[in-house]
Each structure stands twice: as C-alpha cells, then as structure tokens.
C-alpha cells in the first residue's frame, strides 16, 4: 500500500511543475473539443435514435402505464449523456497516454530516476496492441455493466474497477517500455498485479468530480509512471543482490 499512495502523492507534488501543466492542457482540451464539435454536430440524431430503441423496450411501455411517458421521452438524451462519459474518459486516457506520457515519463525519469537504465523492451506495435485490447474490454464490461446503473452505488463501484482495469492496463505499458525490458515488463507486472489495480482504484473516484476528472488521466500518467519506475529500480536492485523483488 505504501508504494501506492507515495506514488500518487509524487503525482500531486508534480502537479505544481509548469511543465507538468503545459502537459496537463493538452489532452484536456483536446478530448473537449472533439467531443464538443461531435455533439453539436450529431446530439439530435443520436437522441433520436437512442429514445426510439428506448421506447420500444418493455420497461418504457410499463413507465407509460404508470403516467410516466415524460421520464421515457427523456431516456433518449439521458441515455447519450451516459454513453459520453466513458467516450469522454477513453479519449481523455488515449490522448493523455499518446502524447503526454512519454514527455511526462521524461521529466520524471530525468529528476528522480537518472540512474536507471533504459533497456527500450516496449515497441509501438506492442503499446498499439495493449492499448486497442485495454479499451476494448473496457468498452465491453461498460456495455454489460449499465444495468446496474440502476441501482445506484452498485453501479458506481462497477464503473470504478473498470475505470481503475483500464488506467493500469494502458498506463503501465507506457511508462515503462522505455525503461524495462521484455522481460522485465512481464515479471513486474506480474509482481505488482494487485498495486497497479490498487493504483487505479484510488484515481477511479476522481472521475465522478466534475472539473476535476478531466485532468485525472495526466494524473493517473503520473502516479504511474513514479510507481512503475520505481518498482523496476527495485526490482534490479533485488536482482543485483541475488534477492526476490518486494
């Protein structure tokens, strides 16, 4: 636990960086002003679709029965807002991994890593293939997820655990295939499995503050890669003594 929240308060520390913010801007604004140009482009469309698939299900013939025909002509646009949030954090995760984490894994490594070899085991083929699987089924336990939407802190505990398997599955690839061999990748990982998902679960709940989630993926790049960088220069040190890695 302890490699976990000085991970994430080192995320906090660099926050501060103007460097760091010049970064943090990037994929903030980026994912804004895609999805901004897709809305206005396409909200009623896809209103419309969605609330007519909505309305003829059984569920919205039983709210009409009960006098809710209101509450169903809505579904349409609710139903689109809860489609965006994952759309919005999955854009937000890419850009942020794609162009602020290699210069956020820079600045890191050079002020608190200077030692630590580079060995370049990660390739763009391999982040391109960790990153479409991770999204992938991200995308597929959201969609078989949404029922339990509906039962109010069930559903946020489901959408945390995914948003936390997604930020340690893209993140960790990238913040260490510079750094980390292949096979250290594979070992560390393995070692570090249920820290890197702790990792992710602590930034899960950031996502449902508004504002703030928007700058949650640098933050997660962040904790991140001071957590992986870290666990590697422990793991050769363990190594170099004949040891087992912590």
Same mark, same amino acid.
């Given at each position: 636990? &302890?490699?976990?929240?000085?991970?994430?308060? @080192?995320?906090?520390?660099?926050?501060?960086?103007? @460097?760091?913010?010049?970064?943090?801007?990037?994929?903030?604004?980026?994912?804004?002003?895609?999805?901004?140009?897709?809305?206005?482009?396409?909200?009623?469309?896809?209103?419309?679709?969605?609330?007519?698939?909505?309305?003829?299900?059984?569920?919205?013939?039983? *709210?009409?029965?009960?006098?809710?025909?209101?509450?169903? +002509?809505?579904?349409?646009? *609710?139903?689109?807002?809860?489609?965006?949030?994952?759309?919005?954090?999955?854009?937000?995760?890419?850009?942020?991994?794609?162009?602020?984490? =290699?210069?956020?894994? &820079?600045?890191?490594?050079?002020?608190?890593?200077?030692?630590?070899?580079?060995?370049?085991?990660?390739?763009?083929?391999?982040?391109?293939?960790?990153? %479409?699987?991770?999204?992938?089924?991200?995308?597929?336990?959201?969609v078989l997820t949404l029922p339990l939407w509906l039962l109010g802190p069930v559903g946020l505990i489901a959408?945390?655990? !995914?948003?936390?398997? *997604?930020a340690q599955r893209l993140f960790r690839y990238d913040a260490l295939s510079e750094h980390a061999g292949a096979?250290?990748?594979?070992? *560390?990982?393995?070692?570090? @499995?249920?820290?890197?998902?702790?990792?992710?679960?602590?930034?899960? =709940?950031?996502?449902?503050?508004?504002?703030? !989630?928007?700058?949650?993926?640098?933050?997660?790049?962040?904790?991140?890669?001071?957590? %992986?960088? @870290?666990?590697?220069? +422990?793991?050769?040190?363990?190594?170099?003594?004949?040891?087992?890695?912590?």
């Amino acid at each position: 636990m &302890k490699p976990v929240i000085t991970a994430f308060m @080192r995320a906090f520390r660099d926050l501060g960086d103007r @460097r760091v913010i010049a970064i943090i801007l990037l994929p903030v604004l980026a994912s804004l002003v895609i999805w901004l140009v897709i809305i206005l482009w396409f909200w009623q469309s896809w209103v419309m679709v969605l609330g007519d698939a909505i309305g003829s299900t059984q569920w919205a013939r039983w *709210l009409r029965d009960w006098g809710a025909q209101w509450l169903v +002509n809505g579904m349409g646009a *609710l139903a689109l807002i809860a489609l965006m949030i994952p759309a919005l954090l999955v854009t937000n995760v890419v850009i942020a991994e794609i162009f602020a984490l =290699p210069a956020l894994v &820079k600045l890191v490594s050079a002020r608190d890593y200077p030692m630590l070899e580079r060995r370049h085991g990660g390739t763009m083929v391999g982040g391109t293939i960790n990153a %479409c699987a991770g999204i992938t089924i991200f995308l597929l336990v959201f969609v078989l997820t949404l029922p339990l939407w509906l039962l109010g802190p069930v559903g946020l505990i489901a959408g945390a655990l !995914n948003s936390a398997y *997604l930020a340690q599955r893209l993140f960790r690839y990238d913040a260490l295939s510079e750094h980390a061999g292949a096979g250290e990748y594979d070992a *560390l990982v393995k070692r570090t @499995r249920g820290r890197l998902f702790l990792l992710g679960l602590t930034l899960s =709940p950031l996502n449902y503050v508004p504002f703030v !989630n928007l700058f949650v993926p640098v933050l997660g790049a962040l904790a991140y890669t001071h957590f %992986c960088l @870290r666990e590697l220069a +422990n793991l050769r040190e363990a190594e170099a003594r004949g040891l087992d890695a912590p």
